[in-house]
């Protein structure tokens, strides 16, 4: 007999990345009490990785709960980023009812549009919340228009569409129900939570039912399975069953030894939880997303949507350039290897694979910023390695054909700047869809491109905006390969020998193109250090001085003057590499390299790879 559990609600707040979920949660967790009111507290609290905290975006789904009235509200805190939409999708089987999270100024973006799909197909009611309503720019009634449409477009049901909308501050911790009369508190937000989230149900008498939707990892203690319980109770203690809807082979006896539940930023322990809990439970060493636990006389799985596939992979491989080992602190391929499939413990998209080679493995993701988060996590823990290029991963279809992984890609830029834009599309196969004014003389351009289009692209696109434009994608599914794409049209400039670069063999080398290092920068022959704008590799010695003579002194270098050198970050450099070039990292530089340094064996290969292709 299913029966509702009114004092719990569990929610999830999405968004498109930077419309300020987390410092909403923020808001809510102050007015919560969570915080004293003295507590010197970091912004975007549940940001607690250092990347999160730099870059500004969320990477992991993270739980909270805070106490409203006699309500405990359940909150998960969900990435914004096309990368992690993987992140998403599970963490909605555990809710009841969805917060929408959209700019005052920006409206819906691409990512909103997949989250909300989600939450759609799952017939999840959704709040709606437009947020940063004190931006001098916001445009609050054209927005609700906008979210509307979004809705009607994803084929909304009426109670969808009949959803409420509260306009907030998050940053101010202030929402209203009115977009005119800015409000005082977060109350009108947590009312309509409790009016409009329906509250968890399920049967109480039945075995016990939770679907693990997300792990957690701790060096303590191991994995943490993350659930919702669906029906019945569960205990420490209790003996239980794991099986797995997509693995009908997978039956696996187990005891529930640690139990905890969410309050405010903490796991708190608990002897037993109820329907509608979140729980997490650890000392299950062999739990992953998408088990069920059950009690052992009712073993039954709930279906569960299968996590989607990555879409591009690169090579990780033991660093062996002439500097390897000198700066990080784990350098073999036995570190390489441990370290790669412990991230698979939670991070559900990545796939890792071995090689041929005992020193290589390949690793698959969702996307470029996916795979630089574990490369920038890796460096910062004192890993050294190497890198390729990304590469799309194919599928075939039925009849045999090649298909590649599209994007849509959405693009806001200043007018004067869209005729640079879709030319430079469309040469990488891109088809424009959609094209239409926005504010601010903005031009909105809608293109349907491979991925492999966009491998490389950004930094481009940010030269030819001058800054001013913005590029959102999100994964479109596969279609027919469309052909080749011409990647990199300049060169690379490669240093000569081994050595410290120096002010004169640099001032040489400027004319030749754009350096990426300044003098006192240790080099090695067949690293690359700048870029040519033609298309051949030149080699330049930076490493060169000037030959004194009677007649002069030393000191005429002073007046050579360097022009600044463009230092490229983790993104850029992934995104110059060439097919025949790798990106060695260490925890201290980032260098770009051949992968074969030596010259002449490095010009037989490319003779020999120009036979094969005219063959």
């Known amino acids: 007999m299913k029966e509702k559990r009114e004092d719990i609600r569990n929610v999830a707040i999405i968004a498109h990345v930077d419309h300020g979920k987390t410092t909403l949660v923020d808001g809510l967790l102050r007015q919560s009490g969570v915080f004293r009111d003295n507590q010197v507290v970091a912004e975007r609290v549940m940001d607690s990785n250092d990347i999160e ?75 709606v919340c437009v947020n940063k309503i004190d931006r001098p720019e916001a445009r ?15 084929d909304a049901d009426d109670s969808q ?75 420490v203690n209790q003996e239980a069953v794991i099986v797995n809807h997509h693995d009908p082979d997978k039956v696996k006896k187990v005891k529930i030894s640690k139990l905890y539940e969410f309050d405010g930023l903490d796991k708190v322990e608990v002897t ?20 069920t636990i059950c009690a052992p006389d009712h073993v039954e799985a709930i279906p569960f949507q299968k996590i989607s596939e990555p879409t591009i992979a690169m090579t990780f491989c033991v660093n062996d350039s002439p500097f390897a080992g000198q700066e990080g602190k784990f350098v073999t391929s036995r570190h390489l290897r441990e370290r790669l499939f412990r991230e698979l413990n939670t991070d559900v998209s990545l796939r890792v694979e071995e090689t041929d080679s005992t020193d290589a493995f390949k690793v698959s993701g969702r996307g470029e910023l996916h795979l630089s988060v574990l490369i920038e996590n890796m460096r910062r823990e004192g890993y050294e390695f190497a890198v390729s290029k990304a590469e799309v991963l194919y599928h075939k279809d039925e009849e045999g054909h090649t298909t590649e992984p599209m994007e849509l890609a959405y693009i806001d830029v200043p007018e004067e700047f869209s005729g640079s834009v879709i030319e430079k599309l469309s040469q990488r196969k891109g088809e424009l869809r959609n094209m239409g004014t926005i504010n601010g003389g903005y031009t909105r351009l809608e293109f349907s491109i491979p991925s492999r289009g966009l491998i490389g692209y950004r930094g481009e696109f940010m030269t030819d905006t001058k800054g001013n434009g913005i ?10 390969f469309r052909g080749e794409i011409a990647y990199r049209v300049q060169g690379s400039l490669i240093a000569f020998e081994t050595g410290e670069a120096v002010t004169y063999g640099l001032f040489n080398a400027q004319g030749r193109g754009q350096l990426f290092i300044g003098p006192g920068e240790r080099v090695y022959s067949g690293m690359i250090i700048g870029e040519n704008p033609k298309s051949e590799d030149i080699e330049v010695n930076v490493c060169k001085k000037k030959q004194l003579t009677n007649t002069r002194s030393s000191g005429a270098d002073d007046a050579l003057k360097l022009v600044p050198p463009k230092i490229l970050s983790l993104e850029q450099s992934l995104e110059f590499i060439g097919t025949d070039e790798l990106l060695e990292v260490t925890p201290e530089h980032l260098r770009i390299r051949k992968k074969i340094l030596d010259p002449l064996k490095r010009k037989r290969a490319a003779i020999s790879a120009a036979a094969k292709a005219t063959s």
């Not at 998960?76 to 089987?93: C, M, N, Q, S, Y």
């Open 161 to 235: 569409l009949d959803c409420p909308f509260v306009f907030a501050s998050a940053k101010a911790g202030t929402a209203s129900m009115d977009p005119e009369a800015p409000g005082t508190d977060m109350e009108p937000l947590f009312q309509t939570i409790l009016d409009y989230i329906p509250a968890p149900e399920g049967d109480p008498e039945a075995g016990t039912q939770i679907l693990i939707s997300t792990i957690d990892y701790n060096e303590y203690v191991g994995r943490i399975g993350v659930g919702k319980v669906d029906n019945g109770s569960i205990k």
């Open 272 to 291: 037993e939880a109820g329907i509608g809990s979140i729980v997490a439970i650890s000392g299950i060493a062999d739990i992953h997303i998408g088990d």
């Open 140 to 154: 609050p009634k054209e927005v609700i228009d906008e979210v509307l449409e979004l809705f009607l477009e994803l």
């Open 471 to 480: 590029i959102n994608t999100i994964f479109d599914g596969y279609a027919p």
């Open 53 to 127: 905290r730099e870059r500004g975006i969320t990477i992991l789904s993270k739980n909270t709960a805070i106490h409203y009235k006699d309500t405990k509200i359940n909150i998960i805190d969900t990435p914004g980023h096309a990368d992690f939409g993987g992140e998403v999708e599970r963490v909605l089987k555990m809710v009841n009812g969805v917060i929408l999270v959209v700019d005052a100024f920006e409206g819906p973006m691409p990512q909103t549009r997949f989250v909300v799909g989600k939450a759609m197909e799952l017939k999840l009611p959704v709040i």
